[in-house]
Structure formats: structure tokens, C-alpha cells
């Protein structure tokens, strides 16, 4: 078979894996079949370091015309739920991939057993009934053999009842395994009998009560890729040392089979770890149930549910993921990036809207009382086809309070009192003054108007420094703003001695209550806001007409780095 361009092509660029799976197809490899898949353990919900699996797995089978197909690693009812495989489905369709079919680990629970039964027969297996302690105690280390199990040389018929018996009830979870008998002495420590099989007595999400011996992650994982046609098996670094014995059950699945045409290749790459957060399901999964967060879906969460609630854009999740790459090292990725990110991406998706966070009010001494204006608002200056629409004027007006100073530097661009402003998309004025409380808290600013100076109009365009944003008081909304910052205080949670409950920031989550203009409030159907000279923001979800909530996606500069 002839190379056809585009894989020769490939083969010298690309991600490393790309190139891999070009350079099996220049080979003719698997027929020049592409089959991948994402095979997610229905037990938590699916976080930032999943979006770029995601992204690897289906990204392979979309650029090599193959598919990628989705299986839940379902081997361990203890701990999942089809609340868990919703979810999942849910926020990969989100990302913008879409699978080829739906499977599950269960439904090879018959044919595993079935293969494990083989390897008894054969006296490839063996039930152990040691402790684990026992088990890891006598692993040995790499550089030490591990010692043989008392129980490896059992009878073959004696086995075979006894495995039975695992998956009958009759046996207490945790008194017997079955164990692959390999090498104690095998300098790669997963060869050294691995336990296969497990009892757990709990109904499993799909197949209830019918199985109560369950195969382990090795025995499980390398074989269903095998029934399913996998040609290539993507996934993380910390598999490598678990492909020696991937390879060593496939070849004693194949019975004969002819592998040249159909093995899948396992291939890894790094994770993703984010600085300020955490990764591990375990943990993630004791935020929620502690309280720690607001739900999976806390905007502070690294979950892809959570991100979405935060306002980030499936775009933004995958030019993330673009920009740090796939590589065989571990490394630790910068929050900063992420954001980085977002913010490119934002900028050219939000709609420009104004709102004021921290309110003190501007009157307008010489605009008539009772008098209001349209004003026209460019909803996006990255794309002239998202037109524009109107934010109504009047004398009374809510400015930001930072924005105002009474006895300002020269540098002071905002507004104090002698110095003139534009407020956008209206007026420059000039500020007379303030009034204060008997606290000597200012309570209103005073100036006045120049009316020749309306945006748009010809020879408005006379020169001030600065430009505010404003909101007029009798045309705008309440809204209650939630300002998100980092989850975590620390750079490396999992590197620390303490426990991650104890590194949490205290500040990730700061509400506050502000103004909206109405035509914000409005769009509800609009997901992604820019509150101009703050942020970007979106709707969160439990936002209604009645009581407007806004979260902080992130603000406009990285002023995170400068913190610290
Ligand atoms: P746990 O925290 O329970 O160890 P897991 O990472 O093993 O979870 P799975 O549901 O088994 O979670 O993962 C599904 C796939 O996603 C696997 O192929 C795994 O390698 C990949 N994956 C998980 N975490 C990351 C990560 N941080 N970066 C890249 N890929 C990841
Ligand atoms: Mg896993």
C-alpha cells in the first residue's frame, strides 16, 4: 500500500503521539485502522487533566479519520455511580467531541472471567488468601526478588472452586485474591503476581448483584481495548511501567490470534497538574463532600463543569490545552496560563457591557432633571457583526468609588475635582467636587457636562486622559457579583505536608453587590460577558430575573503574578 501524503507528511510533525500513530499507519499497521478511546472511572467528575486526555484521545482518531470511543472503567462499584457517567457524557460533549459508540468495562465481566478461568486451568493462576499486607510485604523491592506466596502452588481443582466461591458470597471481601502467577523475581514489580481479582460485596451501577468478585485495573483495562479493536491505547506517564504486563495479557488472550493485524499499542504521555489546585478524584471528591466548595461545580473546582461555570469557553479549555503540549516529562502547569487563555479567547467572544462593582454616585449638575438619552454601545470591538445596542443616560449616575479621588497625584487619570473625564460612550466632564458624610465617607461627586462633547458627535473628539464607566441610577440593575480567585494558597498542594484542607485560600470567594445595566440583564441567553475596565463574567446558573448573580471568569490583566 502506497503512503499517502498526508501521513508522511505527519510523521515529521505533530505531537510525538501523532507521530507514533502516523509512523504505525506508514507501516500499515491494524489495516490503516484508527481506534482509540477515553476510558474515564464513573467515580468523580471529569477535571482539567480528563479535558486533555480528551483532547489527545479523540484529537488522534478526528486527524487520522479513525474514532474514538468512550468506555467506563467501571470495575469498582464501591465508589461509582451513573450520576458520575451523566456528568461525564455531558461535559465531553461540552468540550466539542463527539464518540463513536458507548462501552463499559462490565460488559466484559463474562468473558474476563472466563479468561481467568483459562489461566487457572493452566496454572497461570492462583488464589491467594493472604492479607494484602502479607502480599506487599513479600513484592520484594526492584532490586530484590519478592518471595512466593504459600499458597501459589494449590491445586489447580481447588482454585477453580475456590474462585468460585469468590464470586458467590460465600467469601468475605478481603480474604482472597487471585493472583496471576508470573515471576516473584521479575525486575518489573507488576509481574510479580499480580492480584486479578478481587471480592467486593456491593450491587454495581450495571450489573447489580450478578458479580461479586471484580478484576482489577490490569486485568481489565489492556484486554477490553483488545475486545474492542483498540489500536491505540493512550494514556499517562505513570502507566509505563504497566505496559510490560498490558502486553503480557493481550498475548496470552490472543489464543493463537494473529496480532500483526489487530494489538492495541499503549502510549503515554504527561499529565496535567495545575499550579493553585488539585487534581486527584479522591481529593476533589472530599471538597464536595466536606463542604469545602460549593458542589463539583464550584467555579473554583478544576472540573470541566466547574470551568464551564466559570465562564470559560470550551475554546479556551482546548487552546490551553494546545498551548502546554504533550510531552513524556511531568511537569506542573501555570494557573496563569489558563487564564492567559481565557482571556484571549474572551476577548474576542464577550459581549461588552458596563456594571459597577463598588458604587458611589456622580451628579451631573447642569444635564436637565427628568431628561434621559440613548447612547449607542459597541457590544464587541473584535467583531463589527455583533453590533451594537443602546445604554440610556440621565443626570444621576453610579460611578466606581476608585475611580475617584479628592486629592489625587498628578499621574491620577480618573476623576478629581478641576480635571475633566470622558464617562463612555457619553460626555466629558468636569468634576466639581464631593459631599461627605460627618464620617467623612463621600457620599456624592458633583460636575458638570460638556454638551458639545456626546461620543459621535463631530469635533467630540477633544483629548482627556481618562475614560470611566458609569451606569445611570434609575436604569439599572442589582446584581450580586462573585469575585473567584485561586482555590488553593500554595503552588504545589500535593507537595506539601499538609493536609490540602489546611492550604485552601481563604479568599478564593468574595461576594459583593453591584450594578448591571439593563441591557445585561437581559441576556441571559448570552454566556459570556466583559464588564468593561473589570473583567470577564458570566451567569451563574442559579442567576434569575429576580436576583441577578454574576461570577468572575477572570479579570482583564494577570495581576495574580504580581502578588506574589
Ligand atoms: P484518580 O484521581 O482516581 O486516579 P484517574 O486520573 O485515574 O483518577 P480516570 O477516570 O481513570 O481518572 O482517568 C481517565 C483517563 O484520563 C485516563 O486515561 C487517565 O490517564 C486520564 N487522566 C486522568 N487525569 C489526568 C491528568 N491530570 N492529565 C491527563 N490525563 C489524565
Ligand atoms: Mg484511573
Redesign the pocket.
Known amino acids: 500500500m502506497a503512503t499517502p501524503d498526508i501521513i508522511k507528511e505527519e510523521t515529521k510533525k505533530g505531537n510525538f503521539v501523532e507521530q507514533i500513530v502516523a509512523a504505525d499507519l506508514a507501516e500499515g499497521k491494524n489495516g490503516g485502522r484508527i481506534q482509540t478511546r477515553?476510558?474515564?472511572?464513573p467515580?468523580?467528575y471529569l477535571h482539567i487533566?480528563?479535558a486533555?486526555?480528551i483532547c489527545m484521545d479523540f484529537g488522534i482518531a478526528e486527524k487520522f479519520g479513525g474514532v474514538c470511543n468512550l468506555r467506563f472503567?467501571d470495575t469498582n462499584p464501591e465508589k461509582e455511580d451513573t450520576e458520575y457517567v451523566e456528568a461525564i457524557l455531558e461535559d465531553i460533549a461540552w468540550l466539542g467531541f463527539k464518540w463513536g459508540a458507548i462501552y463499559y468495562a462490565s460488559d466484559y465481566f463474562q468473558q474476563l472471567w472466563d479468561f481467568a478461568i483459562r489461566l487457572i486451568k493452566e496454572g497461570k493462576a492462583y488464589i491467594d488468601e493472604q492479607t494484602s499486607e502479607e502480599i506487599a510485604a513479600q513484592k520484594g523491592t526492584p532490586t530484590q526478588p519478592g518471595i512466593e506466596s504459600p499458597y501459589r502452588n494449590r491445586p489447580i481443582e481447588e482454585n477453580l472452586r475456590l474462585f468460585q466461591q469468590m464470586n458467590t458470597g460465600e467469601i468475605e471481601e478481603g480474604k482472597m485474591v487471585l493472583r496471576a502467577k508470573i515471576d516473584m523475581a521479575n525486575p518489573n514489580m507488576h509481574f510479580r503476581d499480580p492480584v486479578i481479582y478481587r471480592v467486593i460485596n456491593r450491587a454495581h451501577h450495571r450489573t447489580g448483584t450478578t458479580w461479586k468478585a471484580y478484576p482489577m485495573y490490569d486485568f481489565a483495562h489492556g484486554q477490553s481495548d483488545f475486545f474492542e479493536g483498540v489500536t491505540h491505547s493512550i494514556?499517562?506517564l505513570e502507566f509505563v511501567p504497566h505496559r510490560p504486563l498490558y502486553d503480557y495479557f493481550i498475548d496470552e488472550l490472543k489464543e493463537g490470534k494473529d496480532l500483526q493485524d489487530h494489538r492495541p499499542r499503549q502510549i503515554e504521555f504527561n499529565?496535567?497538574?495545575l499550579t493553585y489546585s488539585v487534581?486527584?478524584?479522591?481529593k476533589l471528591l472530599a471538597l464536595v463532600k466536606e463542604g469545602l466548595v460549593d458542589g463539583w461545580d464550584d467555579p473554583r473546582m478544576p472540573t470541566v463543569c466547574g470551568l464551564r461555570r466559570r465562564g470559560y469557553s470550551p475554546q479556551a479549555v482546548r487552546k490551553f490545552i494546545d498551548m502546554i503540549g504533550y510531552t513524556k516529562y511531568d511537569a506542573l502547569n501555570d494557573f496563569s496560563m489558563l487564564e492567559a487563555a481565557a482571556r484571549e479567547d474572551l476577548n474576542q467572544r464577550a459581549l461588552r457591557v458596563s456594571a459597577v462593582l463598588n458604587p458611589v454616585k456622580l451628579i451631573i449638575d447642569n444635564y436637565p432633571e427628568g431628561q434621559t438619552e440613548e447612547l449607542v454601545a459597541i457590544n464587541n470591538p473584535e467583531n463589527e457583526n455583533d453590533g451594537t445596542h443602546t445604554i440610556t443616560f440621565s443626570r444621576e449616575l453610579w460611578i466606581e468609588r476608585e475611580d475617584f479621588m479628592e486629592d489625587a497625584p498628578k499621574k491620577f487619570f480618573r476623576m478629581t475635582p478641576g480635571k475633566e473625564v470622558r464617562l463612555k460612550n457619553a460626555y466629558i466632564v468636569l468634576c466639581t467636587g464631593c459631599v461627605k458624610d460627618a464620617d467623612g465617607n463621600i457620599t456624592e461627586i458633583h460636575c458638570e457636562y460638556d454638551p458639545e462633547s456626546r461620543s459621535g458627535l463631530p469635533g467630540a473628539d477633544r483629548k482627556v486622559k481618562g475614560t470611566l464607566h458609569w451606569l445611570s441610577v434609575n436604569h439599572c440593575k442589582p446584581a450580586e457579583v462573585r469575585l473567584y480567585d485561586r482555590l488553593f494558597s500554595v503552588e504545589d498542594p500535593s507537595a506539601s505536608d499538609l493536609d490540602f484542607r489546611e492550604l485552601l485560600n481563604k479568599d478564593s470567594k468574595k461576594v459583593i453587590q453591584g450594578f448591571i445595566e439593563q441591557y445585561a440583564a437581559e441576556q441571559t441567553q448570552t454566556t459570556y460577558l466583559q464588564f468593561q475596565r473589570i473583567g470577564y463574567f458570566t451567569y451563574d446558573k442559579a442567576s434569575s430575573p429576580d436576583k441577578l448573580i454574576f461570577n468572575r471568569t477572570v479579570g482583564l490583566k494577570d495581576n495574580w503574578s504580581k502578588k506574589v
Open positions: 477515553f476510558p474515564p472511572e467515580n468523580g487533566g480528563h486533555k486526555a472503567d494514556c499517562t499529565r496535567l497538574n487534581m486527584s478524584k479522591r
